[in-house]
């Protein structure tokens, strides 16, 4: 068989069938099988169900888990926080529809360059990493 692109890492990899859209690499598999999940979530009312009796079964036998967890983990925590805040905000003021297109913005910002500077936190939005926190200065053209 011919050797394909795993879409989770990019590199080329030989199907055991014509199913295996994933390198066996155990991130691309936890990668896979996250999608896997998400799309059986939203598509099987039941799944959704079993999953949602399932998780609070378990967690009623773990009462302090989230509490070690955060504990555990700080970084993650204050990720946690971030797109917690993020959330909140897009439910107080959603975004206008006619401004936005997917993920990015249609009108480009032409002037008021200065105002980008500051800290920002870059967010995956489509698979599980970890959020990373930037700071983007803005560079003076010099004329020379
Ligand atoms: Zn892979």
């Not at 009462?63 to 967890?69: G, H, I, N």
């Not at 249609?106 to 105002?115: A, E, N, T, V």
């Amino acid at each position: 068989m011919e050797s394909v692109p795993c879409p989770a890492c990019s590199t080329f990899f030989v199907p055991r069938n014509k199913s295996q859209g994933f390198c066996s690499k155990p991130a691309c598999q936890r990668i896979r099988k996250a999608l896997w999940q998400k799309q059986k979530l939203a598509s099987d009312p039941d799944y959704k169900e079993g999953q949602r009796l399932s998780q609070k079964k378990w967690l009623q036998n773990n009462p302090d888990y989230w509490e070690k967890y955060r504990r555990r983990n700080p970084k993650k925590a204050n990720r946690n926080r971030v797109l917690q805040k993020i959330r909140n905000m897009k439910q107080q003021h959603p975004p206008k529809p006619s401004k936005t297109f997917g993920i990015a913005k249609m009108d480009s910002r032409k002037s008021s360059l200065q105002s980008l500077s500051g800290q920002y936190w870059l967010i995956p939005t489509v698979a599980k990493m970890d959020a990373v926190k930037i700071f983007i200065a803005t560079v003076p053209i010099n004329p020379s």
